[in-house]
T-cell receptor, first 115, second 116 residues
Framework: AQSVTQLGSHVSVSEGALVLLRCNYS??????LFWYVQYPNQGLQLLLK??????LVKGINGFEAEFKKSETSFHLTKPSAHMSDAAEYFC?????????????FGTGTRLKVLA | SAVISQKPSRDICQRGTSLTIQCQVD?????MFWYRQQPGQSLTLIAT?????????ESGFVIDKFPISRPNLTFSTLTVSNMSPEDSSIYLC?????????????FGPGTRLTVL
């Protein structure tokens, strides 16, 4: 079984500051991990994903995340926040190696960027 | 990624009525899913829409309340039956496409439902 924990339902950063959104997972098989962003009144957009291979993955809009198996983490970072980054961010896990493509989503983190 | 559209984009409905939401994809996809996102909450999987057969429902969701059809590889519908205010949510479809990435779900824009 899989589960996802996102620490911090709300995160505020100043424009230009580092963005760090935390995601920890639990999985009995090698996980696939995803970060999605949801802007107000829109659907979910894929930011980046980790399946296999390189543990540092780069996504769109300058975001990146590092898969750390020893820490069961997949934290999302961006060196410099922009006002347009204000949105809801969701971490998700799936386990295709166990035959399922279903996602388990975290509870989400709402990012606020302060001018 | 696949281009996914949903109709309607939003609706306001009366208690006791039903609403059918459509999900259309611009290419054939291998898997389609339906999610519910209650106000201020995360996404919860309702069911996997299976082409040509009955949908597979998650715990807590039943076919009588959320009947799903998937007549072909590009289209699915979700009906929210006998609605109550507790059904007010965003309903999203997602797809997995062998043309793009078999391990990634792509989401539609969602249908915002308000039940009075």
């Amino acid at each position: 079984a899989q589960s996802v924990t996102q620490l911090g339902s709300h995160v505020s950063v100043s424009e230009g500051a580092l963005v760090l959104l935390r995601c920890n997972y639990s999985s009995s098989v090698p996980p696939y991990l995803f970060w999605y962003v949801q802007y107000p009144n829109q659907g979910l957009q894929l930011l980046l994903k980790y399946t296999t291979g390189a543990t540092l993955v780069k996504g769109i809009n300058g975001f990146e995340a590092e898969f750390k198996k020893s820490e069961t983490s997949f934290h999302l970072t961006k060196p410099s926040a922009h006002m347009s980054d204000a949105a809801e961010y969701f971490c998700a896990v799936s386990a295709p190696t166990s035959g399922t493509y279903k996602y388990i989503f975290g509870t989400g983190t709402r990012l606020k960027v302060l001018a | 990624s696949a281009v996914i559209s949903q109709k309607p984009s939003r609706d306001i409905c009366q208690r006791g009525t039903s609403l059918t939401i459509q999900c259309q994809v611009d290419s054939q996809v291998t898997m389609m899913f339906w999610y519910r996102q209650q106000p201020g909450q995360s996404l919860t999987l309702i069911a996997t829409a299976n082409q040509g057969s009955e949908a597979t429902y998650e715990s807590g969701f039943v076919i009588d309340k959320f009947p799903i059809s998937r007549p072909n590889l590009t289209f699915s519908t979700l009906t929210v039956s006998n609605m109550s205010p507790e059904d007010s949510s965003i309903y999203l479809c997602s797809v997995v496409s062998s043309r793009h990435s078999t391990d990634t779900q792509y989401f539609g824009p969602g249908t915002r439902l308000t039940v009075l």
